[in-house]
């Protein structure tokens, strides 16, 4: 072990040590300032380490990122250009913010992140680049907030989210991509807010909303998405105070004619989803990683 280990530091030796102020790079290919043969050796600055084969990235790499204006440190390893292994981001304390892992360029394994102080944030589990496995978010204090699964990239099987404290706020389930079955959402007392059922996305059958005595306050028929038979609103004495008819998403009269017509329906529940994918951590730091120079 010692003898590789001098030979190790014998051929390094040998390897070009430049300022990094002097990189150049031109057609993706880094030189030295002045210079028109592609660089061999090793840049350095104040936290700074980047190594080049013929001015390709290949070996350990050092130094700063922004996320959002905050300065990061990261550390990993490239081959011919490639990232792969083990990559750490750190706060500028040295404590980790995002431990990953390349499979020579693609996302792979377990991401996992943490707030500034040390507490665990959450972890996204991938599979060549996609997302397949368990999401769990945390809040700075350390509770459960978000648990979900992906297959294939695509939200799949229960996904539950809850309030501080860890008390139930919604569970429902997916079916590759799209909402599929009975969806719950409670307050932060755990009083039901709403339960009714999707299917292929849209909201199916009856869907009950209520008051936070926990009462009924509304009931809606649903069919494909669309508001599809009787709308009953409740007074909070239990007394209906309202009763409507719909069809196909357009509000009718006891003859079937049309009263108000159907205004395109914005689900919440569903956009809410779509942003915690637009939300999720692996893709931001992707690109951070994949777009330095």
């Known amino acids: 072990m010692i003898i590789f280990t001098l030979i190790f530091d014998v051929l390094y030796s040998d390897k070009r040590i430049e ?24 840049l350095i600055g104040e936290g700074i380490k980047e190594q080049y084969e013929n001015g390709i990235k290949h070996g350990s790499f050092q130094g700063y990122i922004l996320d959002e204006n905050q300065k990061l440190i990261y550390e990993g390893k490239y081959i011919n250009g490639i990232k792969h292994g083990a990559w750490i981001i750190k706060y500028l304390n040295g404590e980790s913010k995002v431990v990953l892992k390349y499979n020579y360029d693609k996302p792979s394994g377990q991401w996992t992140y943490f707030y500034q102080n040390k507490n665990l944030e959450g972890h996204e ?3 060549d680049g996609i997302l397949e496995g368990k999401v769990v978010r945390y809040s700075l204090n ?41 969806i719950k959402i409670f307050d932060k007392n755990a009083s039901p807010l709403l339960e009714g059922e999707y299917k292929n996305g849209g ?42 008819v719909f069809k196909k998403g357009n509000e009718v009269d006891s003859q079937g004619k049309i009263i108000t017509k159907n205004k395109e329906f914005k689900d919440s529940i569903v956009d809410r989803f779509k942003k915690f994918n637009r939300n999720l951590k692996y893709e931001k730091y992707d690109k951070i990683l994949s777009e330095m120079e």
């Open 142 to 182: 350390g509770d459960l907030l978000a648990k979900l699964s992906y297959t294939y990239g695509l939200l799949n099987g229960e996904a539950v989210f809850f309030h501080k404290g860890e008390v139930l706020e919604t569970i429902t389930h997916f079916k590759y991509g799209k909402i599929d079955g009975a």
């Open 203 to 244: 909201r199916e059958g009856v869907w009950k909303f209520f008051y936070k005595t926990g009462d009924i306050k509304t009931i809606v028929n649903y069919k494909s998405g669309l508001k599809d038979g009787e709308v009953i609103i409740y007074d909070k004495a239990g007394i209906i105070a309202q009763k409507s």
């Open 125 to 127: 589990n991938l599979e």
């Open 19 to 42: 300022n990094v102020k002097n990189k150049k790079i031109r057609n993706q290919i880094v030189y030295i300032l002045n210079e028109s043969t592609p660089f061999t050796g090793e």
